[in-house]
């Protein structure tokens, strides 16, 4: 027999839709946190691409409220700034981007402002963040700056309040930063005084074996969620950018 012929609404053919059922995704994130539980692990929920079509923010927000879920992966920064603002704050929630960074080292400012922690893809990669990381004023450049942005942003949307601008100007230092899984080489030249230099720990960085908080995929999806806790062997390993 034929098709049925499509509805039509206001001249055109109506758009397809899917409903999603957030409890169903919360009974699937219950199953496999068991799962990990029994090896010592916790979960990462892998939410990019708009957590694959069901809602990268409203996925995230209920996992975290309704089943405790406190880690997410994403592939891109944007996707990460976009679940920051979404409400997916730090803490407790951490947000790993699972994607190389690019833009660097000015993306790390980011990646520092919004909480977000950082794949390292290699060395050249991990230099660049130790660099970074010494570069005291170059650091807090980037904070006041990001600070501003927001705070900019803020005002605009809130008129009202006043007490929008006062993060203009604000900056804090990584000095006293104790990161997630965070070597104990970065610490030391994050401590460093301004001009005290940053070279040393980058020829550091490609030896230095730090392990990341966050456990490795497994699954249908290569990003997926996992329950092994040791990472697959030429993958990179997540190194966090440091909350204040």
């Not at 390292?120 to 991990?126: I, Q, W």
């Not at 010494?134 to 005002?155: E, F, N, W």
Request: proline letters at 7%; hydrophobic letters at 35%; charged letters at 20%.
């Amino acid at each position: 027999p034929s098709p049925p012929a499509p509805t039509v609404s206001g001249g055109g053919k109506e758009r397809a839709t899917h409903t999603v059922h957030l409890k169903s995704l919360g009974r699937n994130f219950t199953h496999v946190n068991a799962a990990a539980a029994t090896q010592k692990c916790t979960v990462m929920v892998v939410v990019k691409a708009d957590a694959y079509g069901h809602g990268s923010v409203s996925t995230a927000k209920y996992l975290h409220k309704a089943h405790g879920c406190t880690a997410f992966a994403v592939a891109t920064l944007e996707e990460a700034i976009a679940l920051r603002k979404g409400g997916i704050s730090y803490p407790p929630c951490r947000v790993l981007v699972l994607g190389a960074p690019v833009n660097y080292p000015e993306s790390f400012g980011l990646y520092l402002h919004y909480r977000v922690e950082v794949m390292m893809s290699g060395y050249e990669t991990v230099r660049s963040l130790f660099e970074w990381a010494g570069d005291s004023s170059a650091r807090l450049a980037a904070q006041v700056r990001h600070d501003a942005d927001d705070a900019k942003k803020d005002a605009r949307v809130k008129a009202a309040e006043p007490q929008g601008l006062e993060k203009i100007g604000t900056a804090a230092t990584l000095s006293n930063v104790q990161g997630e899984a965070l070597s104990k080489e970065l610490l030391k030249i994050m401590a460093r005084p301004k001009g005290g230099g940053g070279g040393g720990g980058a020829e550091k960085a490609d030896s230095d074996k730090a392990a990341p908080s966050s456990t490795d995929g497994g699954g249908g999806d290569e990003d997926s969620v996992g329950t092994n806790p040791t990472p697959r062997s030429g993958s990179p390993s997540p190194a966090p950018v440091p909350a204040p």
